[in-house]
């Protein structure tokens, strides 16, 4: 499926309009660059990995935040069917944060970066769960929607 080569689509970094035109992204051969999945109604690419699809966010404490989920579905990573994703992306005063759920103490610090010291920053205990959700659906799916709590967290 990877048809990327001259996709004058494709990007280095993702903001929030990236995701207006293209709800849908991948890495390129390379992984240098994002370049969008046009057609992504289709059924859900298992070659495809790591997709990044955009997704609405609320924290525990009710803030929302536009963003994207980054994982996916390949037959080796999904749990009885359906989608799973190891980070999600944040949209905050015009920054992209990546959190990985994979290294919760750089969560810790991405969460200082955004709240930026405007407001009290919330302990993970205070910020998850963070419920997502997305518009989107791949053909043979349902929209996509969860939660990430505590407990999806790794240690460091």
């Known amino acids: 499926m990877k048809e990327l ?12 309009n990236s995701f207006e035109k293209f709800p849908v992204w991948v890495f390129d051969e390379e992984m240098e660059y994002m370049c969008p999945i046009k057609d992504y109604y289709i059924p859900l690419p298992e070659e495809e990995y790591p997709l990044f699809i955009k997704a609405v966010f609320v924290d525990g404490l009710g803030r929302q935040y536009n963003g994207y989920l980054i994982g996916g579905s390949t037959k080796d990573f999904v749990k009885d069917g359906g989608f799973s994703f190891y980070a999600f992306g944040l949209f ?12 919760s103490k750089l969560i810790e610090n991405k969460l200082k970066l955004i709240y930026g010291g405007h ?21 043979g799916e349902e929209p996509i929607s969860g939660v990430f709590t505590i407990e999806s967290l790794s240690s460091p």
């Open 5 to 16: 080569k001259g996709n004058h689509d494709c990007i280095k970094s993702f903001n929030e």
């Open 92 to 103: 905050v005063n015009g920054e992209d944060f990546i959190l990985n759920l994979n290294l």
């Open 119 to 139: 407001v009290e920053v919330p302990k993970l205990d205070d910020f998850f769960p963070v419920k997502y959700s997305s518009e989107l659906y791949f053909e």
